[in-house]
DNA sequence: ACATTAAGTGATT
DNA sequence: AATCACTTAATGT
């Protein structure tokens, strides 16, 4: 794991201002600062896999995070996207027993992430009511999100899959330019690249996006 | 110029 | 929707 240890300068406690300043208390905000150490992560780096035991519990502070789950061979499914002010459900779940991750988490984009001590989780949670708040909220928006991509998988065809897929990924970058690869898409939709490449076309056909090399372009959403 | 990787497509199951 | 087999296009050395 490469990521970079950063500190908190002055930019980045407004940015967690501006993130959480919402939700939590002044105290909580310097007990973040205290406690929490801010790393970033660059595109691609893979934060935590499968089987890794969680110390941490990661905030996203700035950036995008794709959650995958991953079968027996090795192929990959895309679960959810984190944003800014998410957090991962699983280390959640950590804290309560099983400490091994179930789930890969890979950059999405350039990020920055706020590491917080599994103890010190567990001790707002006695002692800071908008903490608990922002804890089981977030549980639970995660278990809509998993059912969201559930409904996707089993009610969807493959075409709709993936032009939801690109409108998510295009949400989550901020950007209808997107930099991916069509065996990419294949990889997070668990299907094969000949099949996404058929997709693309029919949905370039219909005006919807335009196709370039390692990059493809939203024109309606 | 050559090799490698990404993408396009017909045919078959 | 998946797989095979092949082609074409773009990019790196």
């Not at 997070?188 to 493809?216: M, Q, Y």
Request: aromatic share 8%; charged share 30%; hydrophobic share 40%.
């Amino acid at each position: 794991m490469s990521m970079k240890k950063i500190g908190w300068d002055e930019e980045n406690k407004l940015a967690l201002k501006n993130a959480f300043g919402f939700l939590f208390s002044e105290e909580l905000l310097t007990e973040i600062e205290t406690h929490g150490q801010l790393f970033a992560v660059a595109d691609g780096e893979i934060l935590m896999d499968i089987g890794d035991t969680m110390q941490y519990m990661p905030i996203l502070l700035e950036g995008a995070i794709k959650v995958l789950r991953e079968d027996e061979e090795g192929d990959e499914l895309l679960l959810y996207f984190l944003e800014s002010g998410d957090t991962c459900a699983m280390t959640m779940s950590c804290c309560m027993g099983d400490r091994k991750s179930k789930v890969r988490t890979a950059a999405e984009r350039d990020s920055k992430i706020i590491m917080v001590p599994l103890d010190k989780m567990s001790d707002w949670i006695q002692s800071y009511a908008d903490w608990r708040t922002f804890v089981f909220d977030s549980y639970s928006v995660r278990l809509s999100e998993l059912l969201e991509s559930i409904d996707s998988l089993a009610f969807l065809n493959m075409h709709d899959r993936v032009y939801k897929y690109l409108k998510n990924k295009m949400m989550v970058n901020g950007d209808a330019e997107l930099n991916v690869t069509h065996r990419e898409i294949a990889n997070d939709l668990h299907t094969s690249r000949v099949v996404i490449s058929r997709i693309l076309k029919s949905l370039e056909r219909e005006g919807r996006i335009a196709l370039h090399r390692n990059r493809l372009e939203i024109l309606e959403w």
